[in-house]
């Protein structure tokens, strides 16, 4: 097997195996992933370490530190029009994920780990979900009779909530 045959037969067990996803928690009913390729770090944050912001829409919780960079902290269920998170919490599941050069902070609920899905696995969403989170998705995964949300991470950056202009 020479070197051109190696990087085939890897490449086709990269396929085989499916990309690789960050599973987590919107609320209580619903399970989302999103591409890792999009994913910089998943961390726990005091509430205190998000500093709110005035007059700015209801999804923004405010602004923190990651790395020495002060980037946005997203309510991402709020943002989807879903449960928003509990206020009354002392810490913060935050996924920040870079689209496009731009950093965000999406604080969800709950963070439950990686996942591998292939991309024949990621289904339409239309008519399984609310219209609502149609835009922001790249589709739906049933995943042990369990419909996981595959959130795109450049729709949620670009979305007009966020934009002012």
């Not at 619903?30 to 961390?43: F, R």
């Not at 997203?74 to 913060?92: K, V």
């Amino acid at each position: 097997m020479n070197n051109t045959n190696v990087i085939l037969a890897e490449k086709t067990l990269q396929n085989h195996l499916g990309d690789g996803y960050l599973k987590f928690q919107l609320n209580q009913q619903t399970s989302a992933i999103l591409a890792m390729n999009h994913t910089q770090e998943a961390v726990i944050l005091p509430v205190e370490a998000i500093t709110p912001m005035p007059n700015m829409p209801g999804c923004i919780l405010g602004l923190m530190n990651w790395r020495s960079r002060i980037i946005w902290a997203i309510d991402l269920p709020r943002m989807l029009n879903l449960e928003a998170i509990d206020t009354r919490r002392q810490q913060y599941n935050v996924i920040v994920i870079k689209a496009e050069s731009l950093l965000l902070g999406l604080v969800v609920q709950e963070i439950k780990g990686t996942t591998k899905i292939l991309v024949d696995e990621i289904h339409s969403p239309i008519g399984q979900v609310a219209s609502s989170l149609v835009p922001y998705l790249r589709g739906c995964v049933v995943q042990q009779e369990e419909i996981l949300l595959a959130l795109d991470a450049q729709a949620i950056v670009q979305s007009s909530i966020l934009r002012s202009d």
